[in-house]
């Protein structure tokens, strides 16, 4: 469901105007490596989302003209940007080590009436270490409090859609696993997909969920690396791929359960395919696809 709302205190500026002044990239950012950033193969999976969700919801204010990224409708209602998918490309996180100088550039579009995507290439000394991407679209509680009860927004103070070829993949993969019918991806076949182990989580609020109250994005990707340690006991591996396709939230005090539907071992590690859902009565949450490979076999 689409609802089209005026935000309350719009800038005067056209979103043309707002655009040029604004332009819809960060300065590369510059981190020295060190605990938080880091766990045991590596650079921290779920540190890393963390601060791209940040920097995508820090380009979309600079895209609309404005300093903070507070958005809202006509009556106050906040408006947040809810991720629809992220993929992770050509990831060489077991290289990356304490004291390494992580250089993050991003920069982000308008790839629909509704939707947002950002890319982020991260290097280290110059050399490429990953490439992630993310798409999201606004969103809005209907019931006060309620999780399941947001439903998409689509806010007119952006620049009209409009990006380079680049963008949007992600967007479009979202697209296509939330259809029914979909084939097939990263040579997992649906009709094949069938429980083959299962991990139930109780997300923490303390942990899991964000100051808006969703559960993070970043957590999705955390319970597969939970399930797939009490599942397969692998504790070195890193992600060299993974796509994550959203499809819905939780309450606090719901139970999750993840859900593998289908492994492959490879070479340099595993492959697999888990899916999220709402414990109580199986409703899709995400699908999570990942090559995940020996820091060795990474590096």
């Not at 005067?12 to 938080?36: F, H, K, N, Q, Y």
């Not at 540190?47 to 003209?65: C, F, I, N, P, V």
């Not at 539907?261 to 414990?279: I, K, N, V, Y």
Request: glycine share 10%; net charge neutral.
């Amino acid at each position: 469901m689409t609802i089209a709302l005026p935000l309350r205190e719009r800038s005067d500026e056209s979103p043309a105007t707002a655009l040029e002044r604004a332009p819809p990239a960060l300065p590369a950012g510059r981190i020295v490596l060190g605990m938080p950033h880091l766990s045991l193969g590596g650079l921290a999976e779920t540190w890393l989302l963390k601060e791209l969700g940040h920097r995508h919801w820090q380009m979309l204010a600079a895209l609309a003209g404005r300093a903070v990224p507070d958005f809202r409708d006509e009556h106050g209602a906040p408006c947040y940007a809810a991720f629809c998918g992220v993929s992770v490309r050509e990831a060489a996180f077991g290289r990356l080590r304490e004291h390494d100088v992580l250089t993050l550039a991003s920069r982000i579009a308008r790839v629909s009436r509704t939707q947002f995507t950002s890319l982020h290439s991260l290097a280290r000394d110059g050399e490429a270490v990953g490439t992630v991407e993310l798409a999201s679209v606004f969103v809005k509680r209907g019931e006060p409090g309620r999780n399941r009860s947001i439903a998409r927004v689509a806010l007119d103070l952006f620049p009209p859609p409009g990006a380079a070829a680049e963008f949007g993949g992600v967007a479009a993969l979202a697209a296509r696993l939330r259809a029914p019918d979909w084939d097939g991806h990263f040579g997992f076949v649906r009709a094949e997909g069938r429980e083959r182990g299962r991990v139930t989580i109780n997300p923490c609020p303390a942990q899991d969920f964000n100051g808006a109250d969703f559960l993070y994005f970043a957590s999705f990707q955390a319970f597969v690396d939970r399930a797939e340690w009490e599942l397969f006991g692998r504790p070195r591996l890193t992600t060299a791929a993974r796509d994550i396709v959203f499809h819905g939230n939780v309450e606090i005090g719901d139970t999750i359960a993840v859900v593998l539907m289908g492994e492959r071992a490879t070479p340099a590690g595993l492959d697999h395919w888990f899916r999220l859902e709402r414990a109580s009565d199986g409703a899709r949450l995400a699908d999570v696809f990942s090559r995940r490979e020996e820091p060795a076999a990474a590096a």
